[in-house]
C-alpha cells in the first residue's frame, strides 16, 4: 500500500466524521515521518460501534470485507489487493479504548487515552498510536523481523528502551 492510498482512506473516513488512528507498519511510518519499507496493507483502530460507517466508506473506495473477526478484528480489501486491517475498540469514561479478545492471553487489550498521537505520511497530519503503545503491543506476541526492526527505529528516535520480547 502506496502512501497517498494510506492518506486517501483517511481522509474518506475522516469526511465522514469516522475517528481513526493508523497502527502497524504505517503508523510507525507516520511517528518516523517517513516511509520506511514497504507495506502490504494498513492497520487501523477504530470505534467498534462505527464499524457499519466504516464498512459503507471504504466500500466507496472499492473495499470489502474479506474476513470478519468481529469484534476482534475485520479484514477488507480490494479488487487491486489493497488491504486495511480494522482493530475495533470501545473507550471507556477515562479514554482507554478496549479492543475485545485482542490481548495474548485473549483478555482486552488497552489503548491508553495517552496512546494516540499525530503523526506525519508526506508530510500530512495523521492520526496514529505512540511509540509507546507500538511497543507495549508488539511485545505481546512472537515479532516477525520487519516487527522487531520497526520497533528499533521507534526506541532509537523516541528513547525508549524495548521489551524483552523483540
Not at 13 to 23: C, G
Not at 89 to 107: H, I, K, L, N, R
Not at 122 to 128: F, K, L, N
Request: proline share 7%; glycine share 10%.
Amino acid at each position: 500500500m502506496q502512501p497517498d492510498e494510506v492518506l486517501e482512506i483517511i481522509s474518506a473516513l475522516q469526511a465522514t466524521n469516522l475517528q481513526v488512528w493508523i497502527d502497524g507498519g504505517w503508523g510507525v511510518d507516520a511517528l518516523l515521518g517517513e516511509v520506511t519499507r514497504p507495506h502490504d496493507d494498513v492497520d487501523l483502530v477504530v470505534e467498534l460501534r462505527d464499524l457499519p460507517g466504516v464498512f459503507e466508506c471504504l466500500s466507496d473506495l472499492g473495499f470489502s470485507v474479506a474476513e470478519d473477526l468481529s469484534p476482534v478484528r475485520v479484514v477488507l480489501r480490494s479488487r487491486e489487493g489493497r488491504q486495511v486491517d480494522l482493530h475495533p475498540v470501545t473507550f471507556d469514561a477515562d479514554g482507554t479504548g478496549w479492543q475485545v479478545g485482542a490481548s495474548p492471553d485473549g483478555s482486552d487489550c488497552p489503548y491508553p487515552a495517552d496512546g494516540f498521537t499525530v503523526g506525519r505520511i508526506m508530510d500530512e497530519a495523521v492520526p496514529c498510536l505512540s511509540a509507546e503503545l507500538q511497543l507495549d503491543h508488539h511485545g505481546g506476541y512472537t515479532p516477525r523481523d520487519r516487527d522487531r526492526k520497526d520497533m528499533v527505529r521507534l526506541a532509537v528516535r523516541f528513547g525508549l528502551v524495548l521489551p524483552s520480547s523483540l
